[in-house]
């Protein structure tokens, strides 16, 4: 049995194995901010998604050191069979079903681990209902909780018996059966040394066009039903289908009464699941939940909760007026950063997957969800990629407008500060002056599109007008992961002196401060904004530098990777209305890019080709396009250099995205 996660392969590789271009091969970048985009189709217009926030006292209860260090799949199964939203009380009990789980010792410096056992699935039981290290409980037997060989899906609770249902693999990776587990509750916590399994109980589905399973989202209606969710998988894209079946609670152990949607009726016939017309949702993922929301905007509707596309950085939610819909379009409402923050680890292969929300876990008006974090094609390196991650859904309030894109100039700048324990940074303005913001480049910045362990985790911002004081703070940040911090001010000040107080350095145990740049800026009174100004970049080669593109400067990005066609993909942020770009390119006649295409995406996989440039041989490129909205805009480069030229290495110097004009 080898480490790396066969599930994980399973569950994710038809959708990256299949029509591999140019297009559908490239990294998802992610910002921790959420995203305006609704990424259905559009039926009216786009309201903002909920707000979203990391929930890291729950992210932090499965950082641990030695032991269970690292799973996926995580499910949450209330024992005492309440599931609503939180139903969880001090006395409650909580199981969590975990899939492919690493066993070992952590190094505390570095978060490497020495790995001393691997089993397809585990368990845990938390006792109360908050993140408490000191009441939870790993359960990693050497054939695993729940048996080896097969991978976990949802349970549920039922007079006494924990039920959940688990699948293996055939040798192509994909499910061949679906077993039903029945674990023995002895004193309300799972009696692991009694678990029963009955193998192959018919729930899957096996076509030569399709694969469908049920039992990875389990949910108590109220009407006496449990709702057993599935997916469709179109085993030529890898495209995954949302499906459902019910039973009656007290009859969940009896396949044979399980009833399954047709998109008309619910018949005792598994295959209408195949059926287009009992599809309840697209493109979600292999995991994901289906929660009834009893207050705030969606009250008396259901939330369904997943990743899109099974592997991407896009947790959604839509919303359904049943348990079997029909659901909206889905809402983007986070971005994972993982696959950004640490790219460099794992040369770009970090990615997320299956997203569900856990209702007993929550909070009033606040829905808590996870996600997991895996590395492609190889053991992660270190313990932050390969566990779970939580955030809060609030269920009241509606994510805040994302700020517009300002132009600025600098006022005053330091660069390459390193500092101890309690050192600060002044910048002498050189006399009053009306600042409205800053910029800080963190360690990360010119190294990899993705921060660093080094990146400034915790700082604060003030300003005076004497250099003795008093200093007043105009801006706070924790938990930073960003490798760029560019703010601006709820209101301009007027001040001589800026400083910049670093409370926490890194994100590991250094305590050394390591800043790039630290400048006071003013808004530029004139111009158009550079809507990609200072916005995350990633290339297909030469990733190190492909920030440059955005930040102004006189250095290059330089791909010199030889590829047929390369690219150079722009994050935005949230969608922007795009009416002209500018391409700087490296200046030289000869080197100056001859051919390439400018695209746009709203969700960093499908591309859309807005311009296309042929026979180039000016320095600068300025170009005026039909609007378009997006999140994401590239250039792809099919001849980077005239034909003379010996060397075909890709030069940009600079890439800039700008509104239409008014």
């Given at each position: 049995?080898?480490?790396?996660?066969?599930?994980?392969?399973?569950?994710?590789?038809?959708?990256?194995?299949?029509?591999?271009?140019?297009?559908?091969?490239?990294?998802?970048?992610?910002?921790?901010?959420?995203?305006?985009?609704?990424?259905?189709?559009?039926?009216?217009?786009?309201?903002?998604?909920?707000?979203?926030?990391?929930?890291?006292?729950?992210?932090?209860?499965?950082?641990?050191?030695?032991?269970?260090?690292?799973?996926?799949?995580?499910?949450?199964?209330?024992?005492?069979?309440?599931?609503?939203?939180?139903?969880?009380?001090?006395?409650?009990?909580?199981?969590?079903?975990?899939?492919?789980?690493?066993?070992?010792?952590?190094?505390?410096?570095?978060?490497?681990?020495?790995?001393?056992?691997?089993?397809?699935?585990?368990?845990?039981?938390?006792?109360?209902?908050?993140?408490?290290?000191?009441?939870?409980?790993?359960?990693?037997?050497?054939?695993?909780?729940?048996?080896?060989?097969?991978?976990?899906?949802?349970?549920?609770?039922?007079?006494?018996?924990?039920?959940?249902?688990?699948?293996?693999?055939?040798?192509?990776?994909?499910?061949?059966?679906?077993?039903?587990?029945?674990?023995?509750?002895?004193?309300?916590?799972?009696?692991?040394?009694?678990?029963?399994?009955?193998?192959?109980?018919?729930?899957?589905?096996?076509?030569?066009?399709?694969?469908?399973?049920?039992?990875?989202?389990?949910?108590?209606?109220?009407?006496?039903?449990?709702?057993?969710?599935?997916?469709?998988?179109?085993?030529?894209?890898?495209?995954?289908?949302?499906?459902?079946?019910?039973?009656?609670?007290?009859?969940?152990?009896?396949?044979?009464?399980?009833?399954?949607?047709?998109?008309?009726?619910?018949?005792?016939?598994?295959?209408?699941?195949?059926?287009?017309?009992?599809?309840?949702?697209?493109?979600?993922?292999?995991?994901?939940?289906?929660?009834?929301?009893?207050?705030?905007?969606?009250?008396?509707?259901?939330?369904?909760?997943?990743?899109?596309?099974?592997?991407?950085?896009?947790?959604?939610?839509?919303?359904?007026?049943?348990?079997?819909?029909?659901?909206?379009?889905?809402?983007?409402?986070?971005?994972?950063?993982?696959?950004?923050?640490?790219?460099?680890?794992?040369?770009?292969?970090?990615?997320?997957?299956?997203?569900?929300?856990?209702?007993?876990?929550?909070?009033?008006?606040?829905?808590?969800?996870?996600?997991?974090?895996?590395?492609?094609?190889?053991?992660?390196?270190?313990?932050?990629?390969?566990?779970?991650?939580?955030?809060?859904?609030?269920?009241?309030?509606?994510?805040?407008?994302?700020?517009?894109?300002?132009?600025?100039?600098?006022?005053?700048?330091?660069?390459?500060?390193?500092?101890?324990?309690?050192?600060?940074?002044?910048?002498?303005?050189?006399?009053?002056?009306?600042?409205?913001?800053?910029?800080?480049?963190?360690?990360?910045?010119?190294?990899?599109?993705?921060?660093?362990?080094?990146?400034?985790?915790?700082?604060?911002?003030?300003?005076?007008?004497?250099?003795?004081?008093?200093?007043?703070?105009?801006?706070?940040?924790?938990?930073?992961?960003?490798?760029?911090?560019d703010r601006r001010f709820d209101r301009p000040v007027l001040a001589r002196h800026v400083r910049l107080t670093v409370q926490r350095p890194t994100h590991s145990d250094d305590t050394t401060t390591r800043v790039l740049e630290f400048a006071a800026v003013a808004d530029a009174h004139s111009g158009v904004p550079d809507l990609a100004r200072y916005r995350p970049a990633v290339a297909d080669a030469a990733n190190s530098t492909a920030h440059l593109v955005t930040d102004p400067g006189e250095d290059l990005w330089v791909n010199a990777s030889g590829h047929a066609i390369t690219w150079l993909s722009v994050d935005?942020?949230?969608?922007?209305?795009?009416?002209?770009?500018?391409?700087?390119?490296?200046?030289?006649?000869?080197?100056?890019?001859?051919?390439?295409?400018?695209?746009?995406?709203?969700?960093?996989?499908?591309?859309?080709?807005?311009?296309?440039?042929?026979?180039?041989?000016?320095?600068?490129?300025?170009?005026?396009?039909?609007?378009?909205?997006?999140?994401?805009?590239?250039?792809?480069?099919?001849?980077?250099?005239?034909?003379?030229?010996?060397?075909?290495?890709?030069?940009?110097?600079?890439?800039?995205?700008?509104?239409?004009?008014?």
């Amino acid at each position: 049995m080898t480490t790396v996660s066969r599930r994980t392969f399973l569950r994710t590789h038809a959708a990256l194995a299949t029509g591999l271009s140019v297009s559908a091969a490239l990294p998802a970048t992610a910002l921790a901010a959420p995203s305006e985009a609704r990424t259905g189709p559009a039926t009216g217009p786009v309201t903002r998604p909920l707000a979203a926030s990391r929930a890291d006292e729950w992210t932090r209860l499965f950082d641990r050191r030695s032991g269970w260090i690292g799973a996926d799949g995580i499910y949450s199964v209330p024992l005492d069979g309440r599931d609503g939203l939180a139903s969880a009380t001090p006395g409650s009990r909580t199981a969590f079903i975990f899939s492919d789980t690493r066993i070992g010792t952590v190094d505390p410096r570095d978060l490497t681990y020495s790995q001393t056992g691997f089993v397809n699935n585990s368990s845990a039981v938390l006792a109360g209902d908050r993140p408490d290290p000191a009441r939870i409980t790993f359960v990693t037997q050497e054939t695993g909780a729940f048996g080896n060989g097969f991978w976990m899906n949802d349970g549920i609770a039922i007079d006494g018996t924990l039920y959940a249902t688990g699948f293996a693999p055939d040798a192509n990776w994909n499910a061949a059966r679906v077993d039903l587990i029945a674990v023995p509750l002895t004193g309300g916590t799972p009696d692991y040394t009694a678990v029963r399994r009955t193998e192959n109980v018919g729930l899957l589905v096996r076509t030569s066009t399709y694969i469908v399973m049920f039992g990875v989202g389990l949910t108590p209606g109220p009407d006496g039903y449990v709702y057993a969710y599935g997916y469709r998988n179109t085993l030529a894209d890898g495209h995954k289908d949302l499906v459902v079946a019910r039973v009656r609670r007290e009859q969940f152990a009896d396949i044979a009464s399980w009833r399954f949607w047709s998109g008309t009726a619910w018949s005792p016939d598994i295959t209408v699941s195949t059926h287009d017309a009992a599809v309840l949702h697209p493109d979600v993922s292999t995991e994901l939940s289906v929660t009834p929301i009893p207050s705030g905007r969606y009250a008396g509707k259901w939330l369904l909760v997943y990743l899109r596309n099974v592997n991407s950085t896009g947790l959604e939610y839509a919303v359904g007026s049943s348990p079997i819909g029909p659901f909206e379009p889905g809402v983007r409402f986070y971005n994972c950063p993982e696959p950004y923050v640490y790219a460099s680890q794992t040369e770009g292969g970090t990615y997320c997957y299956n997203a569900k929300a856990h209702p007993s876990l929550s909070d009033d008006g606040r829905l808590l969800i996870s996600y997991n974090v895996n590395r492609l094609g190889a053991d992660p390196l270190t313990t932050e990629i390969y566990r779970p991650r939580f955030v809060w859904l609030d269920l009241h309030r509606s994510a805040e407008e994302p700020a517009t894109a300002r132009a600025s100039t600098d006022v005053a700048v330091v660069r390459d500060w390193t500092a101890g324990p309690g050192d600060h940074l002044v910048l002498d303005l050189g006399g009053l002056r009306t600042i409205s913001g800053y910029r800080v480049k963190h360690a990360g910045y010119e190294g990899s599109p993705a921060p660093s362990a080094f990146t400034t985790r915790d700082f604060t911002v003030e300003v005076a007008q004497r250099v003795q004081g008093p200093w007043r703070a105009v801006d706070v940040v924790t938990g930073n992961v960003e490798n760029l911090t560019d703010r601006r001010f709820d209101r301009p000040v007027l001040a001589r002196h800026v400083r910049l107080t670093v409370q926490r350095p890194t994100h590991s145990d250094d305590t050394t401060t390591r800043v790039l740049e630290f400048a006071a800026v003013a808004d530029a009174h004139s111009g158009v904004p550079d809507l990609a100004r200072y916005r995350p970049a990633v290339a297909d080669a030469a990733n190190s530098t492909a920030h440059l593109v955005t930040d102004p400067g006189e250095d290059l990005w330089v791909n010199a990777s030889g590829h047929a066609i390369t690219w150079l993909s722009v994050d935005l942020g949230t969608d922007r209305t795009i009416g002209r770009y500018v391409v700087e390119h490296a200046g030289a006649p000869d080197l100056n890019t001859r051919d390439f295409l400018l695209q746009s995406s709203d969700n960093d996989k499908l591309w859309t080709t807005r311009d296309t440039v042929s026979g180039n041989t000016s320095a600068v490129t300025d170009r005026t396009v039909p609007p378009f909205t997006a999140r994401y805009v590239r250039l792809v480069i099919t001849r980077p250099v005239a034909d003379s030229a010996p060397d075909r290495a890709t030069r940009i110097r600079a890439l800039a995205a700008y509104p239409p004009a008014t």
